[in-house]
């Protein structure tokens, strides 16, 4: 009897009207948690009721409390006839669980009907007791934190990092069973959105059992999926990583030192530049290291974060005791060893992390991947989990394998994901091999001289594009050359990464998003043939992608992706490839060559010349992406040989050859001995077509940047504006004259179109960034290409580049006064903003103050009200700010990225994972199908927003849509949609006014207001 | 290929404000992408037609969204489905009660019913405001009228709490209300030189003078019907026409206040009588509710005077004069309210020289005689012509100062009691 929740239903709002005589409503509420149901007294007619009821007390096993929602049911009281539902609200009380994160859910919450949407709100009050279990056989794992970031969230540390967790469930979809047949849409739905609900607690609760298991506390970057199998079931399942985690002190958490990860990347170094003196005895002690450990965050003493950038100097103050380059070998082998020892008790040596503590990333092999066509009604027992287990493990072991072959322990960055068509499924897996260091995945015992000599010597920056395979012995073709930065070990010449770029890696310029789109058509098929034919054209579809990224690469002047995401998705009639990775210039990778064009009738002269052309096209454009992303690698001297190539190996059309040095591209002659160029031999219609796609991809219009990652390389002045967005496009393919030319050439279009509506869109947030770019793409119906895009919109200051020379308390200091000055300018406002009950005084008050200051004739100013507010705007969005303070309607931010930018996050408050499905038969006086999904995904977003504030939160972090499944049969009138979204709640503070809070005390009272505005974006 | 379904959701609700001003302004789609192609945008952005067709109908589908909440205001900014910063919020409100100048004087004064509603198109094709406009501010019109119609309070105050309007905004909404509620006649051709703000100069006059909440702000109703009391006691005036000592003594008081400060004096002097009678007349009549309405007929027809040539041309006036009477600003609407009749009324009765010093509303002190009890005809010559001090005769004390708040102005005429 571990737990007792408690529920108070305080008020309603804003309800339809059920009574249409009285146009008012009779309503009361059922609140229910597992086989326990409480009602309120019917609240007779009103639109906004208040009940303000006792509390309902459920006295429930701490294993019901993970799996069970809480229901609450509003509903219309009727005397004569059945109680007419309103809607529900369904709260996951998890958050409530551990000791550290929410303590109690309160707030208004949306009253959700699966037909009509949202009908009102209600406010709810929730709280749980929990009482100390220490049975030792118990089944619930309480106390286990959840979070959906793919990093150690921001203010934690990680002990250990335990390693891969998964669990996935089954059960039948309610839609696909007999009682579907008599019941109505709305009780199907609601069947299927409680099972989704009790099987994720379910997942989450066994994973946390799991946890438990390997001494843990924590799982970072949990992913759940849902798979709509049909018929054979609905299966959730779950991956992540088990961590222990350690909470920062909360007054180490409130030093200045506390930034957004982009800050931090670029001020460690700088901050001890000025004085390199602290580190004088630096690689000479290593006893100094035994104190240090890393965390994502740095906010502890001084004393370690100058340790930390022992490791960070070493190559700048000279190599210490012994070049890598000789010790490279033996330290490799060692740590190896090491490193095997601790991971080789694990079945997957997997983490679903993308991002790391410093030191932890050794090595990267590159990108491995394996994916694998099932038959979903071949499925012997399709309610047990036992067979999805087994396919699921043989695509590990296969990753695993591969990721051995590259010499590689370990995979990081690890996701999976499937893709469904009628009784067909592709299980896909991802990852990027690597070499990890030990220390983090063990109990600190392992620490001994030998890591941390290794660590001294391995110069930061380059380490992990270092091969971590044997050059003599390598997996796949590659050209070497000896590191550009280091020297002494052996790099590739391009590489290929799912994760993150690693906060120490040093890159030239800017990034870019960089997407391989592909299309092939199938013949449409059953059961066997249909899976024997898909699993015929998937390894054309990986090459081709890889291809496509790779020569696209090149255009771009780049020798690195990071954040590859290759989703491949299967239709009736065809199957569609869609790459995004960020493209950045690793300064410790060589210059990519050119891309030459190889025609294959030298002797014709037109066409000679028509090639040279398309030549010319090809060189004028990498200069110019040159140019835009600012890629200007130093000139280094030649000096290194690569490690020869027995011969410029010919792949298909593709060859590839020596590339050493880079002169200017421009420069390229045609010349076919050439030896930097990657060279595309032109010899039917379909290399032109493919040549011609590499140049219709147009760079975003200027002040535009994207990415896929959670930053992008090359901007670190980050300003606070952010807008996250969903954009959901589904287009129809004219039925004639099919082929997989003009199949490309849309999906093409249907993506760079998306991408130019997002940059028109947001041009009012010019210079921007978007990041975490996240396409999806899905095949309805046969003839339906829908592609979703989830992505967050982040201004930054062009001119204000990170001036290298300014320390960060000078930094900090200076803003802060900055701060002030601006606090003080208006303060007469900011006093009676927070005075004004008025919601709107505020803004008046600003505008009449902006013009009266701008000098129009008094005579003329009023007149100018309605017409000022366009002229004004600027004023408007900075000093109206303060206004929000007083909208009765908190701001919560959400971002698809693990951090704000310019503020710090000083609670995790636990993760959301909310399911919902809605469903019209009057599709088209809900505006059809765009008016119906966009209502929809308003719908959601307000919903997360609501469940953040009610547990005390402002922000949504890691916030990402898993799956937005949209069917409509426009005949009937009708349309569904199922949409799955998860994220972290969190608290966070402006770093702003967390400075403030420390330098400016006098006018600590004005904080709350001009905090509540800066979020307002 | 044809995009079926094409739409963007951002966490805060995006609202671009051209696009905004074309939907209120009852464009469609087409017709909004072609204006927007023709305000440049495409050579400014680099996007094309299609993006900028995605983009509109993006926004004419949110806008169709927000719609049903501008409706009650209150609900917009308790919503929970579209996050939008509050001064947007203040933005999309003001701007969709914002009205037509050419709209509202079509519809000013008439009964906000479904007959009226039918004429839309007739207004539409008049005004050269879209159909689509017309319906939203009428509905507009009537959507408060509704809200407020029975509401204690006072009127502004009313419509500004439940419309979350500004300021300005809500006494234009106030003086639509007024006017619809008493049916006033505005439509006849010899009153369209008068602008809305003159009207709604009048109306709030009125309001603050001749209704019942003048005198007690906690009735009903209070705002929006005239002093059917008020009107009665003005048959007494007659007395003022009838009875040559007070005739006398009512000239020389008048004259007294207003000399040197109205510039044609002469004129009025010599012609107190005609105008006084003229004004009396129509005082007098107004216990019928066919006399209420056609007060601005009346007041423009049948009130002669030295000015009587004046009327409705503007131009004529001292050129000096004629900026001050153009409404230039909300502030400076008050300039010209009434041009002709009022100058006639403010010659003959009220004390122009009042406005700008008589005290606001609750401090109201006791007019020259007044007395305790109902105000007496001499003691009551503010209440008859709404804008006596704003006529041409005494662009002075208007013109000039554009910074004081209407509510100190708008009180030409101190009450006979407090």
């Known amino acids: 009897m571990p737990g007792k929740l408690k529920v108070k239903i305080v008020a309603g709002r804003h309800l339809p009207v059920m009574d249409r005589a009285s146009d008012l409503t009779d309503a009361f509420v059922e609140v229910k948690f597992g086989n326990m149901t409480f009602k309120t007294d019917v609240y007779h007619k009103s639109l906004n009721p208040q009940w303000n009821s006792e509390w309902f007390k459920f006295e429930v096993d701490d294993e019901d409390l993970q799996d069970e929602p809480l229901q609450i049911t509003v509903l219309d009281h009727d005397t004569y006839s059945a109680n007419d539902a309103i809607g529900k609200v369904y709260i996951d009380i998890d958050p409530l669980l551990y000791s550290e994160a929410a303590t109690v859910i309160s707030g208004w919450f949306p009253i959700y009907d699966t037909i009509h949407g949202i009908r009102g709100e209600i406010n709810v009050v929730v709280k749980v007791d929990l009482f100390n279990d220490l049975n030792r056989f118990r089944q619930s794992s309480c106390g286990v934190k959840f979070f959906c970031t793919t990093s150690i969230p921001k203010c934690y540390r990680a002990v250990i990092i335990h390693g891969f967790v998964e669990e996935l469930v089954v059960n039948e979809d309610p839609e696909y069973q007999w009682i579907d047949r008599i019941r109505t849409p709305r009780a199907s739905n609601e069947a299927r959105q409680r099972l989704i609900s009790l099987m994720s607690g379910e997942l989450q609760r066994k994973i946390g059992l799991k946890v438990l298991e390997m001494r843990g506390n924590a799982v970072v970057g949990y992913l759940q999926c849902f798979d709509l199998e049909g018929e054979s079931g609905l299966v959730v399942r779950a991956i992540g990583t088990a961590c222990t985690l350690d909470k920062l002190s909360s007054t180490a958490a409130f030093l200045p030192a506390c930034n957004s990860p982009s800050k931090e990347m670029k001020e460690i170094p700088f901050n001890e530049d000025p004085n390199p003196n602290t580190h004088s005895s630096g690689p000479s002690t290593p006893l100094k290291n035994q104190t240090y450990s890393f965390s994502p965050s740095k906010s502890y003493s001084r004393q370690s974060s100058s340790s930390d950038t022992d490791l960070s100097l070493t190559p700048k103050t000279g190599m210490g005791s012994g070049s890598a380059g000789k010790e490279g070998g033996p330290f490799k082998a060692l740590l190896r060893q090491q490193t095997q020892s601790a991971l080789e008790q694990r079945e997957f040596p997997f983490f679903t992390l993308t991002a790391f503590p410093p030191g932890f990333l050794v090595h990267v092999g590159g990108v491995v991947s394996a994916r694998s066509v099932k038959l979903l009604d071949r499925i012997h027992n399709p309610d047990e989990p036992e067979t999805r287990d087994a396919w699921w493990a043989e695509i590990r072991q296969e990753i695993k394998s591969h990721a051995k072959a590259l010499g590689c322990h370990a995979v990081v960055g690890y996701s999976e994901s499937t893709s469904i068509c009628e009784e067909v499924c592709i299980l896909s897996a991802s990852g990027t091999a690597a070499v990890l260091n030990p220390r983090f995945l063990q109990d600190g015992t392992v620490e001994g001289c030998l890591e941390q000599r290794q660590e001294e010597n391995l110069p930061a920056g380059c380490g992990f594009c270092h091969i971590p395979y044997d050059e003599l012995n390598m997996p796949f073709p590659a050209h070497l050359t000896y590191c550009y930065s280091c020297r002494k070990q052996k790099v590739p010449d391009v590489l290929f990464t799912t994760i993150d770029l690693p906060t120490d890696a040093t890159v030239i310029g800017k990034g870019c998003l960089i997407q391989a789109r592909l299309c092939r058509l199938k013949k449409k098929a059953q059961a066997e043939a249909n899976a024997t034919a898909i699993s015929n054209l998937l390894p054309f579809m990986e090459y081709e992608v890889h291809t496509q990224l790779m020569n696209k690469l090149k255009l771009k002047g780049m020798n690195a992706l990071f954040g590859l995401r290759i989703q491949i998705t299967v239709g009736e009639n065809m199957l569609m490839g869609l790459a995004s990775a960020t493209g950045v210039y690793l300064t410790a990778l060589p210059t990519p060559g050119g891309i030459q064009i190889a025609g294959k009738t030298p002797n014709d002269g037109s066409y000679e010349q028509h090639i040279s052309h398309m030549q010319k096209k090809i060189n004028d454009t990498i200069a110019k992406n040159k140019e835009l992303y600012e890629i200007n690698p130093p000139e280094i001297p030649e000096e290194i040989i690569g490690s020869p190539i027995p011969e410029p190996r010919q792949r298909s059309r593709l060859l590839r050859s020596q590339s050493e040095s880079s002169d200017e591209v421009i420069e390229l002659d045609l010349s076919h001995g050439k030896k930097d160029a990657f060279v595309l031999e032109i010899d039917d219609t379909d290399a032109m077509e493919d040549v011609h796609s590499l140049l219709t991809d147009v760079p975003p219009p200027s002040g535009f940047y994207s990415c896929n990652t959670e930053i992008m390389p090359g901007i670190n002045n980050w300003t606070s504006e952010i807008q996250m967005f969903t954009s959901v496009r589904v287009s129809r393919l004219s039925n004639i004259n099919l082929t997989n030319q003009t199949l490309n050439k849309n999906f093409n279009d249907l993506c760079e179109n998306l991408l130019k509506s997002l940059y028109f869109k947001l041009r009012s947030m010019i210079p921007c960034c978007l990041c975490h770019v996240n396409f999806t793409v899905s095949l309805p119906e046969d003839e339906l290409i829908q592609v979703t895009v989830t992505a967050v919109a982040i201004t930054f200051d062009k001119h204000q580049a990170v001036q290298t020379t300014k320390t960060h308390v000078e930094k900090s200091l200076q803003r802060a006064s900055t701060d002030n000055e601006e606090l003080l300018q208006f303060p007469l406002e900011l006093c009676t903003d927070s005075l004004g009950p008025h919601p709107f005084s505020p803004a008046k008050e600003h505008l009449e103050s902006a013009s009266s200051n701008s000098g129009i004739p008094a005579a003329q100013r009023a007149v100018s009200v309605e017409k000022a507010s366009p002229l004004t705007e600027g004023h408007f969005r900075q000093r109206s700010a303060p206004a929000c303070a007083n909208s009765t309607v908190g701001v919560v931010k959400m971002t698809p990225l693990s951090f704000i930018p310019g503020a710090k996050i000083t609670k995790y408050l636990g993760i959301i994972n909310m399911f919902f499905i809605r469903e019209t038969t009057s599709l088209r006086e809900e505006g059809g199908v765009s008016g119906f999904l966009h209502a929809f995904i308003a719908e959601v977003f307000a919903m997360v927003r609501a469940h953040v504030a009610a547990l005390g939160g402002n922000a949504v972090v890691s916030y990402i849509m898993k799956q937005c499944v949209f069917m409509e049969n426009p005949n009937k009138n009708q349309a569904q949609c199922l949409i799955n979204v998860s994220g972290d709640a969190v608290i966070f503070v402006r770093e702003s006014e967390l400075e403030i809070m420390s330098t400016q005390q006098p006018i600590a009272s004005c904080q709350p207001a001009c905090g509540g505005g800066e979020i307002a974006t | ?418």
Not at chain 2, 39 to 56: F, K, N, R, Y
Not at chain 2, 141 to 148: A, C, E, G, M, S
Not at chain 2, 266 to 286: D, H, Y
């Open chain 2, 1 to 418: 290929m044809t995009n079926e379904l094409d739409i963007f959701v951002g966490n805060t609700t995006l609202i671009d404000e051209d696009v905004y001003r074309l939907w209120l302004d009852g464009y469609s789609v087409s017709d909004a992408v072609g204006l927007r192609v023709r305000s440049g945008i495409l050579e400014q952005t680099g996007a094309t037609a299609g993006v900028l067709q995605s983009d509109t109908m993006d926004h004419y589908r949110t806008f169709h969204m927000l719609e049903r909440l501008l409706h009650t205001p209150p609900k917009l900014l308790h919503q929970l489905v579209f996050q939008i910063p509050p001064s947007r919020q203040a933005l999309l409100i003001e701007r969709y009660y914002a009205f037509d100048e050419a709209f509202v004087r079509e519809v000013l004064g008439k009964k906000l019913s479904k007959g009226t509603k039918k004429d839309l198109d007739d207004i539409s094709t008049k005004t050269g405001v879209t159909l689509k406009s017309c319906r939203r501010q009428f509905d507009n019109f009537k959507r408060v009228f509704k809200v407020v119609e029975e509401m204690r309070g006072s009127l502004a105050g009313n419509i500004q709490q439940h419309f979350l309007l500004s300021d300005r905004l809500a006494r234009d909404y106030a003086a639509v209300v007024f006017f619809a509620n008493n049916r006033f006649e505005t439509g006849k051709k010899k009153l369209q030189y008068l602008t809305f703000g003159d009207l709604a100069f009048c109306a709030e006059l009125m309001i603050q003078n001749w209704t019942p909440g003048a005198v007690d702000s906690q009735v009903d109703d209070m705002d929006v019907d005239l002093d059917k009391e008020f009107l009665q006691d003005l048959k007494e005036l007659k007395v003022l026409v009838a009875d040559k000592d007070l005739l006398d003594l009512h000239k020389s008081l008048v004259c007294t206040a207003l000399r040197g400060k109205l510039s044609v004096f002469p004129e009025m002097e010599a012609n107190f009588k005609n105008l006084s009678r003229g004004l009396v007349n129509i005082a007098s009549k107004l216990t019928h509710t066919k006399d209420v309405r056609d007060l601005f007929v009346d007041l423009v027809e049948k009130a002669p005077g030295p000015l009587g040539s004046l009327h409705g041309h503007a131009a004529q006036l001292p050129p000096a004069h004629v900026p001050r009477l153009r409404p230039r600003s909300p502030d400076a609407r008050p300039a010209c309210p009434l041009l002709g009749p009022a100058a006639k009324g403010g010659g003959g009765r009220g004390i122009p020289g009042q406005p700008r010093s008589s005290p606001p509303r609750s401090a109201r002190s006791p007019g020259p005689g007044a007395r305790t009890s109902r105000p007496q005809p001499p003691s009551a010559p503010g209440r008859l012509p709404p804008g006596p001090g704003s006529g041409p005769s005494c662009p002075v004390e208007w013109g000039g100062g554009g910074t004081g708040s209407r509510a100190g102005q708008g009180n030409p005429a101190p009450r006979g009691r407090s």
